[in-house]
């Protein structure tokens, strides 16, 4: 199929499945359905995320299949209790994390770490309507960019990437339709992919010798950079939910940054394993304005 034809029948495609999707998960209700204003089908992202296994190159796609397969099932079950600290959906979503880690390690090297935790910044970028999907549309353009100059053919995938997304967005945008786990973790790792191929080409061209070390540090830079534009669109709603329910006077950016790096229930799982039920207070002010307030926040202690 040529480029272009892949970037229309992604669109399309992607437009088609959401509608039915929506219309779909509007009559079935139950865990799909969320009850807030007026009702919204949650799980929506199932259409960006079929129609990215579909298309996205082999075996990219088999890592976007695991991850959304694994956070679908969370979207079904909904917060079932495994355990205090743990939720069914949780284990699912941490075993498609794991998976995708080892799987994409034989695949691209230790970028595959941080193309999995995407999944952690996409889940806190799509706790408010569109921020997900704005998010991956700027993130597209900047590694189509990148890659163009480089020269690499693989600059294709960060486009179809963002036809899909947009192919999305107009009803997530809105808040009349929610993406699910499904969704943001699906649009996370394939993110996250075109990320490493961005970080590969560039470390080509840097340092052929040094290629693992220099592609992880660039890909480092890339998932703090867009952890960074993600607290950046949700700043507002960051500033009052930390102040209002978790206690932290004035946040600041640094504090919304931590919050898309380690908050939802992921983080706060670690948190509750590691710090059992003590709770530290911050008073360094450097400390305080790289986020250590949200970092060692303690829910448990907390509540």
Not at 183 to 197: D, P, R, Y
Not at 204 to 227: D, E, N, R, W
């Amino acid at each position: 199929m040529e480029i272009y034809m892949l970037w229309i029948v992604g669109l399309i495609l992607t437009l088609i499945l959401t509608t039915i999707f929506t219309v779909l998960f509007t009559k079935i209700k139950g865990n799909l359905f969320e009850d807030i204003r007026g009702g919204i089908p949650k799980g929506v992202g199932l259409a960006p995320f079929i129609v990215m296994v579909l298309l996205f190159p082999k075996p990219y796609n088999y890592l976007i299949g695991i991850i959304g397969i694994t956070a679908f099932i969370d979207d079904l079950i909904g917060r079932k209790k495994l355990t205090s600290y743990l939720e069914v959906g949780q284990l699912f979503r941490g075993l498609g994390i794991i998976i995708v880690m080892l799987w994409g390690f034989y695949i691209m090297g230790p970028i595959a770490i941080l193309v999995a935790l995407m999944v952690q910044i996409f889940n806190i970028a799509d706790m408010e309507p569109g921020v997900a999907c704005i998010t991956v549309l700027i993130m597209s353009i900047v590694s189509f960019t990148i890659l163009i100059l480089m020269h690499s053919s693989s600059y294709y995938l960060p486009v179809l990437l963002f036809v899909i997304c947009l192919g999305y967005i107009s009803q997530d945008y809105s808040g009349y339709i929610m993406m699910g786990e499904v969704g943001n973790h699906s649009f996370g790792v394939a993110l996250g992919i075109c990320f490493a191929l961005v970080s590969s080409v560039l470390a080509k061209a840097i340092s052929p010798v040094m290629f693992y070390p220099v592609g992880f540090i660039l890909m480092i830079i890339l998932f703090l950079l867009t952890a960074m534009l993600i607290a950046y669109l949700r700043r507002e709603t960051l500033s009052y939910y930390l102040e209002r329910y978790l206690g932290i006077e004035n946040p600041n950016f640094g504090d919304f940054v931590m919050d898309v790096l380690t908050g939802g229930g992921l983080g706060d799982l670690f948190r509750k394993l590691i710090l059992g039920d003590k709770q530290i207070t911050v008073t360094n002010s450097l400390a305080i304005a790289l986020g250590a307030r949200r970092l060692v926040y303690n829910p448990v202690k907390a509540s």
